[in-house]
């Protein structure tokens, strides 16, 4: 809110100052005003310090500020730090803090040097730094802001469409940063031994590869290759549909106007926003490896199995009441939050499952409602990128956890019908 954060006089007020706040520590992107048009520098640089920490998650940034201060971290730091990235234990966590911050740095650093190749000549050398800089932080963190707004109000990357320099890095970093930690200390570790990877790893891999070509291939052929997109060339259209295939996988980015999008285009869109990216990453939404365990829970019930096995491994039960609270959850609240937003600012019903959507699943893409949404709308979307970041087992933990008693017998079993 102070001055100096904002082009124009007086500073931001509150509210806007808090959306864009909240947008910036979740990793959204989604925005009232265009960020490079409406922030100064000075107020840009907060946002991307906001981006960086909550990338990393805000544990791991205290974790990394108490090893560069040589503070001893204790038993209780390295407990919390587990819950954060969804680590299998507590040994070797601090190990782990040491190898985000490194592979962080190391690829924010490639893709800032890759997008300067193109930025510094467009820009000048210091200004094409700082927008290389910027775009490479928020793709990597998945957060989706950018600084294109001085071709035109939140244009995006609608200008690099066909650029494979622009996109290429963008695209890589979206995937580096979504698949998580653990997936990168997998490929670092045992590289092309697959066989060595844990199951985590192999799921996310998969269904990550699942998510990016199908969806671009239904993209393509379902969308781009309309008329109406005759304006763009062959390897732009191909390019397109990959880049809106990787993007709502929490980033954020478009390099085409979403407004002119089908609605049955605008609805994959906005599944792939629930899902996201992968535990221990940078992304929200309800995670891969919970689609990947509906997946195979409907696999073992078609192939008449009790457990659900893949990869030579049978999943625990918990694992998929987990994934069912979890889908319900967010389900719950993205029809509720979108049905509200609908009514109270009249707005249609589709374009405000967008928002919802992309809010939860802390994506940042948009069909140009939110600036217009009113302030109870906005402080739904604050709720629903808070509660995307910081994960539907958290919240329900934190906000339904008492003192667990196990039961001294177990309730007499009685079979319902089902499907």
């Known amino acids: 809110m102070l001055p100096i954060s904002s082009r124009s006089p007086g500073g931001a007020p509150f509210l806007d100052a808090l959306f864009t706040a909240a947008s910036a520590t979740c990793v959204t992107g989604l925005v009232l005003h265009d960020t490079v048009t409406y922030w100064s520098e000075f107020g840009q640089a907060v946002i991307l310090l906001l981006i960086q920490t909550g990338g990393m998650g805000?544990?791991?940034?205290?974790?990394?500020?108490?090893?560069?201060?040589g503070k001893r971290i204790?038993?209780?730091?390295?407990?919390?730090?587990?819950?954060?990235?969804?680590?299998?234990?507590?040994?070797?966590?601090?190990?782990?803090?040491g190898f985000i911050l490194k592979a962080t740095f190391l690829m924010e650093a490639a893709g800032t040097?890759?997008?300067?190749?193109?930025?510094?000549?467009?820009?000048?050398?210091?200004?094409?730094?700082?927008?290389?800089?910027?775009?490479?932080?928020?793709?990597?963190?998945?957060?989706?802001?950018?600084?294109?707004?001085?071709?035109?109000?939140?244009?995006?990357?609608?200008?690099?469409?066909?650029?494979?320099?622009?996109?290429?890095?963008?695209?890589?970093?979206?995937?580096?940063?979504?698949?998580?930690?653990?997936?990168?200390?997998?490929?670092?570790?045992?590289?092309?031994?697959?066989?060595?990877?844990?199951?985590?790893?192999?799921?996310?891999l998969t269904i990550t590869a699942a998510l990016i070509l199908l969806p671009a291939l239904a993209l393509y052929l379902f969308e781009v290759s309309q008329p109406r997109w005759e304006t763009l060339t062959f390897s732009e259209r191909l390019l397109a549909s990959l880049f809106q295939s990787v993007t709502p996988r929490t980033a954020g980015f478009n390099t085409v106007d979403l407004t002119r999008l089908a609605g049955s285009s605008q609805m994959l869109l906005i599944l792939l926003m629930l899902v996201g990216g992968s535990p221990g990453s940078t992304a929200g939404g309800f995670k891969t490896t919970t689609l990947a365990t509906f997946l195979l829970s409907v696999r073992a019930v078609f192939q008449k199995r009790e457990n659900i096995q893949c990869f030579g491994r049978r999943l625990p039960p918990a694992t998929l009441r987990s994934a069912v609270s979890i889908c319900t959850l967010y389900a719950a609240l993205f029809?509720?939050?979108?049905?509200?937003?609908?009514?109270?600012?009249?707005?249609?019903?589709?374009?405000?499952?967008?928002?919802?959507?992309?809010?939860?699943?802390?994506?940042?893409?948009?069909?140009?409602?939110?600036?217009?949404?009113?302030?109870?709308?906005?402080?739904?979307?604050?709720?629903?990128?808070?509660?995307?970041?910081?994960?539907?087992?958290?919240?329900?933990?934190?906000?339904?956890?008492?003192?667990?008693?196990?039961?001294?017998?177990?309730?007499?079993?009685?079979?319902?019908?089902?499907?």
Not at 337 to 351: E, F, K, N, T
Not at 377 to 395: A, C, D, E, K, P
Request: charged share 10%; proline share 5%; net charge neutral.
């Open 58 to 69: 805000v544990v791991t940034t205290a974790v990394a500020v108490s090893l560069f201060t």
């Open 74 to 97: 204790g038993l209780r730091q390295r407990c919390l730090m587990q819950e954060a990235i969804a680590a299998p234990q507590v040994g070797g966590i601090i190990r782990m803090a």
């Open 113 to 204: 040097l890759f997008l300067a190749l193109r930025f510094c000549p467009e820009m000048g050398l210091f200004p094409g730094l700082w927008f290389s800089l910027f775009h490479s932080v928020s793709a990597f963190c998945n957060a989706g802001f950018d600084l294109m707004g001085a071709a035109g109000p939140f244009s995006s990357l609608t200008n690099y469409v066909g650029d494979p320099l622009v996109c290429g890095t963008i695209m890589g970093l979206i995937v580096a940063g979504g698949i998580g930690f653990f997936t990168w200390e997998d490929l670092c570790r045992h590289r092309w031994h697959l066989h060595a990877y844990r199951l985590q790893s192999k799921l996310i």
């Open 335 to 419: 029809l509720t939050a979108g049905v509200l937003i609908a009514a109270w600012d009249g707005v249609p019903l589709s374009c405000a499952l967008f928002e919802t959507a992309s809010a939860i699943g802390t994506v940042g893409l948009s069909l140009g409602i939110t600036p217009e949404l009113s302030g109870l709308s906005r402080l739904v979307l604050i709720l629903l990128m808070y509660f995307g970041r910081v994960g539907g087992l958290t919240m329900m933990y934190a906000l339904l956890s008492t003192s667990h008693v196990p039961a001294p017998a177990q309730l007499p079993m009685e079979k319902i019908a089902v499907g």
